[in-house]
């Protein structure tokens, strides 16, 4: 197919999901192979005095059993892999973590041994055999009384429970310009924690090959490469070209598949004690207690204004938890993911932002859908709203004002903006949206008793992960390219292998159509493979909306590499100089001439090479490229929500929502705007139905499981008006730039901006998320006006 | 300081109630009796006779197996899937006689002599798709596929049951399915054209 890009091409993937063919870890089975489970701490914060496992060891079907004192010495700690170094030039606090609880246990869940038997049942039984003595300390839960003088210490290494406090702008240059304000919005904002929930449990399944002193791990994994180079490298100090990660089919990552985790690190290193397959699969208790949860921020937000409503300046003070221990890269997400996109879609001259980051008595904090620009959007789009109110400017007009409209733009606040086209995105969601006729229906609800309420959230996130020699100097400790390898079969049939990974977001089909535009060819022909570090070259796996833009351009680079060797080779077969062939619609022609040979006939020649340019061109049609981008992508949009409140039951419905997105060029629409659908579903669950909630006093999680933690439910959502803007990205062959996380970044703003619009006029400035029923009932209840409003 | 000698699994150290053992927590009599043969000192085996996709199945099993464990790890058919451990998420919904059933809250041996359908018994011979799976595809109604077996499963019966659905009745009949990718917004397209397609073969 000639024109597979931009086409709606149901996926290739869809088969084998459809029809329970699949295969996700937990499918995987080995002959032989036991299972693990671990004990879990039940506090948030105390001192293990001793473990005794003699009972456990000696339980039915056990075959071993393992507490952190079995792995001190020769199992390292979890690394962080993104160095943050503080106001003060010192490197951030890194204290160990310890795969198994070593001394202390720091938030419930916290692992503490894990018991590998013939049966999970008998693992279990073997488990309730261990009895662990614990000293229970006070735990440390909230995250803005974390360095509070007297509160106890969480790791010796950081007395002060801080990791770092970091900053980026000038701080004086803010100042001043907040000394010349006509007027300034204030805003004290939580960002509340979320705990992800991808369906699919986290699982691993490590096998330990005597005769070949190789491990393989089968891994939940978002990045199967990372995975490896950090737990070889770093944790277990094994040969890397020894240990074999495979991520098969991954049931949903969200960010919380991206990180090195404890068991499957454990499970790797008993494999080779036990030499037998070891399986886990968590149960979702476990997933709530320790898989990495997102967000979490305490934020005082203030922007400066003139009389013109032009932005002067912004200052933003944020808390961030980062719970117990540094997950993989939990670091970099409260800084330079999140206080670099504070300049949203504007042209504010001036911005600082401060980040105090702390340690808690909870579960790792670390990248969850969108990881840090969400945050930042939350902070700018409340506040440009909020100021808009205050000031009587309609908020589609203060945000023209503000608008960057030329480019490149460079930022207050490090990044460099190559292209855009924000007017487009309003425009057209205020159009799609019926913003016109709002006021209409806002009379009309409230002559039914209802509130309604209309927000915008003009958004903009950095995608593409990035330019490795950038992302070093801000002190990442890994490079961000991606690696792709195109294999030309001698049929002509084409196996792609990326070091990208899919877990949802229909790779198979999107860079099948890709290459298959490329070579003129069918997108059945095209086969991509990711997922398995014996496989693959190399790669730095999914997250941060980078897999189109960075990996399938590695794709691309390597494509092209194949079409100038087949260039060679046809020139050789056509009897024709090379420069004067001509790639279009899968026939290599001689230029001005009707004399052409086809991609596969190219292909055969490739591997049967019997008129073949040998003295100069080796056989085969296989490349491969690596791609270091050199810059982020930006892709920005506006969304615009309505909602209607009862007050008699403080119940917010979504009446309309509208999502116009600018991701450059979109290789599948369809793919694209399903990615945008999920975006949106949890970024409105973190507005209205999710959060996250530890016992203030022990710590002890509250929202353990579905029945307390409100997952979006299809009764909970509406349908979405969703529509695309193409401003193609300027620094890629494909122009692309990345979809995954637009929704999530885009839509708690603009929801609570437009609950915020419903209660305005009842002298509600703000309400925190999730704003639940009873939090909006009782925000109406106690309002200056509120008592009007009620029916 | 206060001391704690903690001698049991803390496996409802989230706040949540979990049985210990493999018995998963679930609502209802079904959950009570996994619970109950959880707790059953010796685990005799019982025999279980049963059809699954129209093949019969006879064996020996614990008392406290699950209906989903048996068809993952007897019946290696893995297409259902577990997703939560209290009955709230819908991965694992199968057919028990002609009705979706969440498989994790059953008993294997509340299912002797029934007959069970799985996704992987849906499709006709030969290679298609059920009209439902077919609608899936085509309206993009799946995306990292965990979810979606269960939603089809689900889906089939709310069609079978409610002969003329909207998209809320859609919505409320799939709200004990829990998708965290879609946003559901495609899935309910897809069961509303699925629903047609059942209804136009039938
Ligand atoms: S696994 Fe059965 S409802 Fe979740
Ligand atoms: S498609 Fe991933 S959970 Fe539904």
Redesign the interface.
Known sequence: MTNAIGQSI??K????????????T??V?QPNQLHAYF?????AH?RI?AIDVAAAKTSAGVAAVFTGADLDGKVNGLPCGWLITDMNGQPMKEPPHPPLASGKVRY??DAVAVVIAET??NA??A???????????PAVVDPAKARCPGVETIHDEAPDNTCYVWSIGDRQAVDAAFAQAAHVARLDLVNNRLIP?????RAALASYNRGEASYTLYVTSQNPHVERLLMSAFVLGLPEHKLRVISP????G?GSKIFLYPEETVLTWASRQVERPIKW?A???EA??ADAHGRDHVTRAELALDRDGKFLAMRVHTTAALGAYLSTFASSVPTILYATLLSGQYTTPQIYCEVTAVFTNTAPVDAYRGAGRPEATYVVERLVETAARELKIAPAELRRRNFITRFPHQTPVALCYDTGNYEATLAEAMRIADVAGFEDRRRHALARGRLRGLGYSAYIEACGLAPSNVAGSLGARAGLFEAGEVRVHPTGKVTVFTGSHS????HETTFAQVVAEKFGIDTADVEIVHGDTDRIAFGMGTYGSRSIAVGGTAIVRAADKVIAKAKRIAAHLLEAADADIEFADGKFTIAGTDRSVAFAQVALSAYVPHNYPLETLEPGLDETAFYDPTNFTFPAGTHICEIEIDPATGETRIVRFTAVDDFGKVINP??V???V??????GIGQALLEGCAY?AETG?????????YA?????D?P??DVALKETPCTHNPLGVKGCGEA?AIGAPAAVMNAITDALWTLGIRDLPMPATPQTVWRAIRSAPQGRTART | MASSRSTHTPASAGGTTLPSRSGRSTGGEAGDAARAAAQAPVMACSHLSLNVNGMPVSTEIEPRLLLVQLLRERLHLTGTHVGCDTGQCGACTVHMNGRAVKSCTLLALQAQGAEVTTIEGIAPAGGGLHPMQAAFHEHHGLQCGFCTPGMVMNAIDLVRTQPNLTEADVRSGLDGNLCRCTGYHNIVKAVLAGAGAMKGQS
């Open positions: 149901p996926r993937e869809d088969f084998r999901f459809l029809t329970g063919t699949g295969q996700y937990d499918d089975q004990l879990r701490s039940p506090h105390a005095r419930v869940g999970l049942d279990k039984d488990a309730e055999a261990i009895a662990v003595d614990y000293e229970m300390l929930n991808a369906i699919e449990p089919d991954v049931g949903g969200f699969t149960e979702r208790s709530f207690l877990h949802g977001q229909g369809m793919i705007e399903g990615q659908h999920g975006g949106l579903a949890q016992d002890q999680l509250l929202t353990g499981s579905l029945m307390d997952l979006p439910r299809s009764d959502l349908s979405f929704g």
